[in-house]
Every structure is written in structure tokens, then in C-alpha cells.
């Protein structure tokens, strides 16, 4: 079996992918996508023109979008750790979640990661306040959903937790998860207690000063 991720060790969704890799012990190459490192840029670009990352090569297959890498994994290299259920009503539940981590939280959280980059046709502080707005909804929706539960889809660690760990550990940064949502705060906590993620917060801490809002002193 040979396994190479390419991407960055600050990038959100390579964390999330690496949190499956690490979970499952699964042995892989890692490639860092930096500018300077010409080799790994020139094969992203080569293998994934849409210029999105991470990337799995599998044996030599191209395999791209975190979701569908931990899924191809759980199917091609097996192992006694699940992170998708085999109910398939479960499955379905985590995917969920899942969904809802990387369209409603990392994605909301991007807004205002955008503006401050020029990326995006508003001003910095119209991107944090449409970012502020999505992650309050957000936020209250996760109180109520995460209550009585240890983990995102229920007791077992899953591919939820993979995609929730960065997308709150960053939204947090972005629009601090308030007093009032005390489930979801202990829920971030557990998140970055986990080891396979206490591994991805301190491969990105030497590059925290990429963060574009200004990484807060702490965690
Ligand atoms: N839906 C994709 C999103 C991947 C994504 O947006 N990755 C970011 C890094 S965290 C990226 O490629 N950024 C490059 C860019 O925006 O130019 C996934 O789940 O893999």
C-alpha cells in the first residue's frame, strides 16, 4: 500500500482528513503543499487543476474532496477503527453531520477568511458580520442537536468529529462560540483534546501567522 496526502498543515480540511489518517493509524506520505516546495505544487496542480486541497494519491489514483477521501479509506484500507457506521442508517446520520460541519460552519467561517483576503466583493468587517450571522445560526442549531451526545452523530468518534474538530477550531477564532452554548463549547474542548487533533493544532501552529483575522493567543 502506498498512500501520499498532499496539503498544508494549517488548511482545515487537510486536518480533517489527517484526523481520519491518525485515528485509523493508516501509514501515508505527507506532501506540504508550501510555495517553496516546487515538487509537491507542480503534482497537485498537475493531478487536481481545480487547485483544491487535500489530495490522496492511492497506488497512483487521485483521489480529491476530504469527505469522499475518508470514505475511499474506510472502503481501501479497512481497518478495526470505523469511522462510518455499517448501519447505513448511522452512516447516513454521520454524513449528515458531516454535511453540516463543512457547509454550515467551514463554510461560513470562509466568508469572513475570504473578505479579509480580497477574495471575496465585500470589506473585512461586512465579511465578519455575515460570518458572525452564519455561525450564531449554526451555533444554536449544534447546542440543541450535540445535547446527551459525546461525539457529533452519537457515542462513537466518526467522520463528523474529522470535519467538525477544524471547522470549529477555526470558527471559534472567527466569531467566538458564546457563554450561552455551553454544549457546543465542551464539545470544541473534547475536540481538541483528542490526540489525533492535538497532532494537527501543533503541525499548524508554526504557521498560524497565514490566519488572515489574526490567530488569538490561545489554544
Ligand atoms: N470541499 C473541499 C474543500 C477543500 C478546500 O477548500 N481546501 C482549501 C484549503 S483548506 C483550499 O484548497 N484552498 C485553496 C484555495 O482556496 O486557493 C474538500 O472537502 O476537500
Known amino acids: 500500500m502506498s498512500l501520499a496526502l498532499y496539503g498544508h498543515p494549517f488548511s482545515s480540511y487537510t486536518q480533517k482528513v489527517l484526523i481520519a489518517l491518525y485515528e485509523t493509524d493508516t501509514p501515508f506520505d505527507f506532501h506540504c503543499l508550501e510555495p517553496d516546495q516546487t515538487e509537491n505544487m507542480a503534482e497537485w496542480l498537475r493531478r487536481w487543476p481545480l487547485q483544491r486541497f487535500p ?62 483576503l480580497n477574495r471575496a466583493p465585500v470589506s473585512k468587517d461586512r465579511g465578519l458580520e455575515i460570518a458572525a450571522e452564519k455561525l450564531e445560526r449554526a451555533y444554536g442549531w449544534l447546542e440543541g442537536a450535540l445535547a446527551g451526545r459525546t461525539w457529533a452523530a452519537g457515542e462513537d468518534f466518526t467522520m463528523a468529529d474529522c470535519a467538525a474538530a477544524p471547522s470549529l477550531f477555526y470558527a471559534d477564532w472567527t466569531h467566538p462560540i458564546p457563554e450561552t452554548c455551553p454544549t457546543l463549547r465542551a464539545y470544541r474542548a473534547r475536540l481538541l483534546a483528542r490526540p489525533s487533533m492535538v497532532r494537527c493544532v501543533d503541525g499548524g501552529r508554526p504557521f498560524r501567522h497565514y490566519f488572515p483575522l489574526g490567530a488569538p493567543d490561545r489554544d
Open 55 to 116: 489530495l490522496l494519491v492511492d497506488d497512483g489514483r487521485t483521489v480529491v474532496e476530504s469527505s469522499i477521501i475518508i470514505e475511499h479509506l474506510q472502503l481501501a484500507h479497512p481497518g478495526p477503527v470505523r469511522l462510518l457506521p455499517e448501519d447505513p442508517a448511522a452512516a447516513l446520520d454521520v454524513r449528515f453531520m458531516d454535511r453540516f460541519f463543512d457547509y454550515h460552519v467551514m463554510d461560513a467561517m470562509q466568508v469572513a477568511v475570504d473578505a479579509a
